[in-house]
Antibody
Framework: QVQLQQSGPGLVKPSQTLSLTCDIS??????????WNWIRQSPSRGLEWLGR?????????DYAVSVKSRITINPDTSKNQFSLQLNSVTPEDTAVYYC?????????WGQGTLVTVSS | EIVLTQSPGTLSLSPGERATLSCRAS???????LAWYQQKPGQAPRLLIY???SRATGIPDRFSGSGSGTDFTLTISRLEPEDFAVYYC??????????FGGGTKVEIK
């Protein structure tokens, strides 16, 4: 059974970078059949998929158009984890952020991190 | 982008009743790529149904999914107290790769 454990700060200042990490147990970030996603949830946007990283003989990333210019998702094979960086945040980026595993559907989720963008 | 519209927004029912939740897509969705989630307050969403009628591990058989094309349904045959929650549909397709509906809240009448 795949378990995901998120970590990272809950408060980020406007214009700075939001950084979160998701530790994977029960699977490998390098699995050829998995994908590792970041999703956020806010009252105004609902559930919004942000992007994913996955390995198919080489590493791939897909990002939502809404954040494509600001987002980076990176795998870390040495720690079996993946990370989210969202640059130039504004108060509109305030949300609960989740990491999740799955390709066509999301069968495993992290516990969620409320990230507030405020000075 | 495929938009998923869920209805009703809120469903008020009593334990033991049947719940029927709808998810309509703005374009045809492959049945294999439609999923349903349950979310309770303060928790992450939990995968219930995928494909669109296969139950995820540990999901009781009172939950069932059906549909094809642009119209999909989640049915809870007899509501248990723990089933009162918000339910989301989700599709996988071209960019953005995953999109979610706005949710249906099933509340106790």
């Amino acid at each position: 059974q795949v378990q995901l454990q998120q970590s990272g700060p809950g408060l980020v200042k406007p214009s700075q970078t939001l950084s979160l990490t998701c530790d994977i147990s029960g699977d490998s970030v390098s699995s050829n059949s998995a994908a590792w996603n970041w999703i956020r949830q806010s009252p105004s946007r609902g559930l919004e998929w942000l992007g994913r990283t996955y390995y198919r003989s080489k590493w791939y990333n897909d990002y939502a158009v809404s954040v494509k210019s600001r987002i980076t998702i990176n795998p870390d094979t040495s720690k079996n984890q993946f990370s989210l960086q969202l640059n130039s945040v504004t108060p509109e980026d305030t949300a609960v952020y989740y990491c999740a595993g799955g390709v066509y559907m999301l069968g495993s989720w992290g516990q969620g991190t409320l990230v507030t963008v405020s000075s | 982008e495929i938009v998923l519209t869920q209805s009703p927004g809120t469903l008020s029912l009593s334990p033991g009743e049947r719940a029927t939740l709808s998810c309509r897509a703005s374009q045809s969705v492959s049945s294999s790529y439609l999923a349903w989630y349950q979310q309770k307050p303060g928790q992450a969403p939990r995968l219930l149904i995928y494909g669109p009628s296969s139950r995820a591990t540990g999901i009781p058989d009172r939950f069932s999914g059906s549909g094809s094309g642009t119209d999909f349904t989640l049915t809870i045959s007899r509501l248990e107290p723990e089933d009162f929650a918000v339910y989301y549909c989700q599709q996988y397709g071209s960019s953005p790769w995953l999109t979610f509906g706005g949710g249906t809240k099933v509340e106790i009448k």
